[in-house]
């Protein structure tokens, strides 16, 4: 079988172990995801799916376990080596869109690029091309106070884009959006899957979790497997 982009084995993470706050956040969680796929994680508040996420992005250590990333041992990698990989295999897009309000949403999306050491020419270009594959190539010059709040996720995704990870980590990424503008965003994901993007999408609610091929649930640290529901 060939490497997985993904590939997590008896991961666990426990915060404030021996204490009467102990929490195990991932108790032997298992996951395997291929390139190309969309899948969902979802759990409620408090299952752990946010340190899963923290996990998966290279921003938190498991206590034990492995995780490869790109066949790549996380756990062998320093600090330096890990913000490289965040860099050239993540994409992230949150909810709260975390753009630079004093930036105009080409040189938000720029930003990577000058941590990627892209030659300046280069960068407005690939910059362009990113808000072009959004739809919006349009509104490069305005700020994100000058944005719905779809459109400025779209500039997120953009941003997520702009350095061709092989997987985008979307957080909750419909959540501050009305219905519409989230279905939008759900159909922009869809896209990008159909194009050869890996997603991993972290939420709480059903209906979103529903748009991904595949459905991971976390319930007290564990981590299953669930049919996908039907969504008329």
């Known amino acids: 079988m060939s490497a997985a982009l993904i590939e997590i084995i008896g991961l666990s993470k426990v915060y404030a172990r021996g204490t009467e706050a102990q929490v195990v956040a991932l108790d032997q969680v298992n996951l395997r995801i291929e390139a190309g796929e969309f899948v969902a994680i979802m759990g409620p508040s408090g299952s752990g799916k946010s340190t899963l996420m923290n996990v998966l992005g290279c921003?938190?250590?498991?206590?034990?376990?492995?995780?490869?990333?790109?066949g790549v041992d996380v756990a062998s990698l320093d600090k330096e080596q890990l913000a490289k990989l965040r860099l050239d295999k993540i994409g992230f897009v949150f909810q709260g869109f975390n753009l630079l309000t004093r930036m105009d949403a080409l040189h938000n999306v720029m930003m990577p690029l000058s941590y990627a050491a892209v030659a300046l020419e280069k960068r407005e270009p690939m910059a362009?091309?990113?808000?072009?594959?959004?739809?919006?190539?349009?509104?490069?010059?305005?700020?994100p106070g000058e944005l719905s709040g779809g459109q400025q996720q779209r500039v997120a995704i953009a941003r997520a884009l702009v350095n061709k990870p092989p997987m985008i980590l979307a957080d909750?990424?419909?959540?501050?959006?009305?219905?519409?503008?989230?279905?939008?965003?759900?159909a922009l994901f869809k896209r990008l899957k159909s194009e050869g993007h890996t997603i991993i999408l972290i939420t709480h609610d059903a209906y979103v979790a529903a748009n991904a091929d595949r459905i991971c649930v976390m319930h007290d640290g564990k981590l299953s497997e669930q049919e996908k529901p039907y969504v008329g």
Do not use: F
Not at 59 to 70: E, F, K, M, P, Q
């Open 128 to 143: 362009m091309a990113a808000l072009e594959s959004v739809g919006l190539a349009g509104r490069a010059r305005h700020k």
């Open 59 to 70: 921003l938190d250590r498991a206590d034990s376990g492995v995780y490869r990333c790109g």
């Open 172 to 186: 909750e990424p419909t959540g501050a959006l009305d219905s519409k503008t989230g279905e939008e965003i759900l």
